[in-house]
């Protein structure tokens, strides 16, 4: 009897430190689990600024209802629609400052361009009011980025050998002979127009002499990209080209040399693929470093957003 006691005891101590330790770890594992938060916030405080446009939490619940009228309105879903709200205010405010305006007519016949692009004859459906408001902030986006992203000004003379080698028959016998006899003077020839340029002759003058006194290049001579016996009007050809930055264009050896050129800058460049060449000459810079749609709002949301509460 007297061991059965003993052994009575020490169970009970055990269960007793055992259900102590629990008192003391549950509250503790159930801290390291995440718990929903709950914005706390009077009606009538706003929870951020956006430029001069106060956010109330109304106007961010309103977001999420838009997006997904299901949704519970948990931090995390309330979070999402703020960047979506931040965004469209911050659209709204560059497309005022830049006078840009979208009509229903141009929301329209944007999205039947996009259909006609994978149906020639696209059924139009009626937009419901948020998918038409995606749509115009879409738009607003699209000249947004023409006016804000970097972009870049430039000359370019070259001579394209790749329409030449690849259509043959387009090319009578005496000019084929010519062009597989003077390739290596084509090469020469763009030292030089480097040379005329960075020696300050004017870029139209400069063309038009030597599209005038080179009858035998004009079929393959290149200004600013357009083919010289195919411009019609001279304006392609008197001012400089605009560029913007594009990143699916990385890699193009043409387009990477404008966009590492600083103003007034001539190189000549030849690609190992390519018979002909190019020399380029930049003009301008515009909005240097601010390449992505992403670099651009990052850097408007670090101007004009304050956060009043934690959202």
């Given at each position: 009897?007297?061991?059965?006691?003993?052994?009575?005891?020490?169970?009970?101590?055990?269960?007793?430190?055992?259900?102590?330790?629990?008192?003391?770890?549950?509250?503790?594992?159930?801290?390291?689990?995440?718990?929903?938060?709950?914005?706390?916030?009077?009606?009538?405080?706003?929870?951020?600024?956006?430029?001069?446009?106060?956010?109330?939490?109304?106007?961010?619940?309103?977001?999420?209802?838009?997006?997904?009228?299901?949704?519970?309105?948990?931090?995390?879903?309330?979070?999402?629609?703020?960047?979506?709200?931040?965004?469209?205010?911050?659209?709204?405010?560059?497309?005022?400052?830049?006078?840009?305006?979208?009509?229903?007519?141009?929301?329209?016949?944007?999205?039947?361009?996009?259909?006609?692009?994978?149906?020639?004859?696209?059924?139009?459906?009626?937009?419901?009011?948020?998918?038409?408001?995606?749509?115009?902030?879409?738009?607003?986006?699209?000249?947004?980025?023409?006016?804000?992203?970097?972009?870049?000004?430039?000359?370019?003379?070259?001579?394209?050998?790749?329409?030449?080698?690849?259509?043959?028959?387009?090319?009578?016998?005496?000019?084929?002979?010519?062009?597989?006899?003077?390739?290596?003077?084509?090469?020469?020839?763009?030292?030089?127009?480097?040379?005329?340029?960075?020696?300050?002759?004017?870029?139209?003058?400069?063309?038009?002499?030597?599209?005038?006194?080179?009858?035998?290049?004009?079929?393959?001579?290149?200004?600013?990209?357009?083919?010289?016996?195919?411009?019609?009007?001279?304006?392609?050809?008197?001012?400089?080209?605009?560029?913007?930055?594009?990143?699916?264009?990385?890699?193009?050896?043409?387009?990477?040399?404008?966009?590492?050129?600083?103003?007034?800058?001539?190189?000549?460049?030849?690609?190992?693929?390519d018979p002909g060449g190019y020399v380029i000459q930049l003009k301008a810079i515009h909005n240097?470093?601010?390449?992505?749609?992403?670099?651009?709002?990052?850097?408007?949301?670090?101007?004009?957003?304050?956060?009043?509460?934690?959202?």
């Open positions: 009897m007297g061991l059965q006691k003993i052994s009575r005891g020490i169970l009970a101590k055990k269960w007793l430190v055992i259900v102590l330790a629990l008192a003391v770890l549950i509250p503790v594992w159930i801290g390291f689990y995440p718990r929903e938060k709950k914005i706390e916030v009077a009606e009538n405080k706003p929870v951020a600024s956006v430029g001069d446009t106060l956010v109330y939490l109304k106007d961010i619940q309103q977001a999420a209802r838009e997006q997904d009228e299901s949704s519970s309105m948990t931090s995390e879903v309330l979070g999402a629609a703020f960047e979506v709200l931040v965004e469209q205010i911050i659209l709204d405010n560059e497309a005022k400052n830049l006078q840009i305006t979208i009509t229903d007519q141009d929301i329209e016949d944007s999205l039947r361009a996009e259909s006609q692009a994978a149906d020639p004859t696209p059924t139009m459906r009626q937009l419901s009011p948020y998918e038409k408001k995606i749509a115009r902030y879409n738009l607003i986006k699209k000249k947004v980025l023409k006016a804000s992203l970097e972009s870049r000004e430039a000359y370019s003379i070259g001579f394209d050998l790749i329409a030449y080698s690849e259509h043959k028959e387009r090319y009578t016998p005496s000019e084929l002979d010519f062009f597989e006899s003077q390739q290596n003077s084509l090469k020469k020839a763009l030292p030089l127009i480097q040379q005329r340029l960075v020696g300050g002759e004017i870029f139209l003058s400069l063309a038009k002499s030597i599209y005038a006194n080179n009858p035998y290049l004009q079929k393959i001579m290149k200004v600013n990209e357009y083919f010289m016996r195919s411009v019609n009007s001279e304006n392609l050809i008197r001012d400089p080209r605009l560029y913007l930055y594009d990143k699916n264009k990385v890699g193009n050896l043409f387009i990477d040399t404008i966009f590492t050129l600083q103003p007034n800058e001539t190189k000549l460049i030849m690609d190992q693929n240097e470093g601010i390449r992505t749609y992403e670099d651009w709002i990052k850097m408007k949301k670090s101007e004009m957003v304050k956060k009043y509460v934690s959202i």
